[in-house]
């Protein structure tokens, strides 16, 4: 029979690192889905604080909505003003390091126009 002394050790360090990598895993997935999801609510409160003011013309309604996505920790990468209709696009970047950041596009305006 071989020698089989240190094979639980080199067998615990595998399992170690198996579960390094696994939780490092978890950690990036569940930083990428927090930042999705910071992303859309900063883009949803950007476009509908930005549709409250689109009667005093664009470039407020714009404002606006950089105002607001940057107090939510987002940058405001595109707003445009579609008749009554503002759409906002925001980007956040998520907290781990190598992940990138999410985007996120929200229009709002009113529910019936005449």
Known sequence: MGDERGSATVLAVMMVLVLVAVTTGAAMVGSAVVARHRAQ???????????????????VACATAKTVAEAMGAALTGCTVE????????????????????????????????
Request: glycine content about 10%.
């Open 41 to 59: 609510a900063a883009a949803d409160l950007a476009a509908v604080r930005a549709a409250a003011q689109v009667s005093s013309g664009p470039a």
């Open 83 to 114: 008749e009554l209709d503002v759409v906002v696009r925001v980007g956040v970047a998520a907290q781990l390091r190598g992940i990138g950041s999410a985007d996120a596009v929200a229009r709002a305006g009113p529910a019936h126009r005449e």
